[in-house]
C-alpha cells in the first residue's frame, strides 16, 4: 500500500490561505457574530479586572509599607497603569484563546453545518467540561512553550528582530496545535493534521494576533479556519 505523501509547506500555506478566506466569509454570519461578541466581552472584562486588581494591590502595597512619599507615589501609579497596558496586549492572546475555547464548539458545530454537512452529522458533542479542559491545556501549553523559549528569547534581543520572529515561530506551533485540537474535540477518531498544514494554521494565526485591531477578531477567525484545515484536505467543501 502506498502511504500518502505529507504536504510541503508551500502546499500547506496555500490551504491555509484558502481557509483563512473562507474563514473571513464566516464572520459575519449572526452565530459567530454573537459568540465573538460575548468572547470579547468575556475577554476585555477578564482583562479589565486582573488590571484593576494588580493596579490597586500594587498602590496599596506601596502606600502600606511606605517605600514612596506621595508624589512618588503617583508616579508609580502611571507607572503601573502603563505596565498593565503593555501587559494587557501581551497576554491578549492567552486569555482570549482561553475564552474562545469556552465556546469553541458552538464555532466549529456552527462551520460545519454550513460548509461541511455530512462531517457535521458525524460530530459527536462537547460539554462544557471538556471545553473548559482543551481551554486551561491551551493556556498552560502557552505559559510552559513561552517559558522553555525565555533563554533564545533573551539572547536574541540583541539582534533587534529575532525575539519577535522566534516568538511568532514558538506560538504558531503552540496555537497550531490547540486549534486543531479544537476541532478534533467534535471527531476524536479523524487523523491529526500533517505537520506542515498544522504549522501554516498556527502561523496565520499567530500574525493575526500581532495586527492592531484585527487581533480583536483573531481568536474566533482561528477557530473557523481550523475548521476548514481539518475538513479541506478531504475536498469536501459546499460550495
Known sequence: MTRARTPTIPAAMARAVHAFLLALR???QPRVMRVLA???ALTLLLLAVAGAAI???TRWALAHWKWLDEAQLDMAGILVILAIIA???LLF???AIVVVGLFADGIVADVEGRHYPAAASQAVDVGWRQNIGLAFASLVRLIGGNLLALPVYILLLVTGIGTPIFALLVNAVLLGRDLE????ARHPGRPRLDRPARWSLGLLSAASFVVPIANLLAPILSAAMAVHMLHLRDGKEKK
Open 93 to 95: 492572546r492567552a486569555v
Open 87 to 89: 501587559g494587557s496586549w
Open 181 to 184: 485540537a479544537m476541532v478534533l
Open 55 to 57: 493596579f490597586f494591590a
Open 38 to 40: 460575548q468572547s470579547l
Open 26 to 28: 464566516d464572520l459575519p
